[in-house]
């Protein structure tokens, strides 16, 4: 398959967030590749890497982050900020996540999450809760 477009990309990554905006498993699904590695940002398990972050792979990964977070939270929903693109194909999303649990408990926080693409899917995302961190892992100057 050809390599996707800045703009395509963009349209994937958007489609991703308004299916788990949703809570559309099977929609975010169509967007990503069967063999996606995900590690994530956010401590919602034990940490597993030595970097301290969670890896989930494949569509089954995908299904567990999103039964994690309905487990862990009432309400979820992300908002993207902006989409910049990184080095060697990545894009990055920077994005405010809201959360909402019992008794109220209402968190805000930014986040950044980079994509790679293959076959016209997401194949890759890693979790930044520090964008700093992520635009220099990922070659971006701002």
Request: glycine residues 10%.
């Amino acid at each position: 398959m050809t390599e996707l477009t800045w703009a395509e990309k963009k349209e994937v990554v958007r489609r991703l967030y308004d299916a788990a905006n949703r809570r559309d498993i099977a929609g975010a699904l169509q967007q990503i590749h069967p063999e996606m590695e995900l590690r994530l940002a956010l401590e919602l398990i034990e940490p597993v890497d030595a970097g301290g972050r969670r890896e989930l792979r494949g569509h089954d990964g995908v299904r567990q982050f999103f039964e994690m977070l309905a487990e862990s939270w009432d309400e979820v929903s992300t908002e993207i900020t902006d989409l910049v693109e990184g080095r060697d194909g990545y894009l990055l999303s920077f994005e405010t996540w809201t959360v909402r649990g019992p008794q109220g408990i209402e968190i805000d926080t930014e986040m950044v999450d980079v994509y790679g693409f293959k076959d016209g899917l997401i194949s890759r995302c890693d979790g930044f809760r520090d964008k700093n961190e992520a635009m220099a892992a990922f070659g971006v100057d701002r």
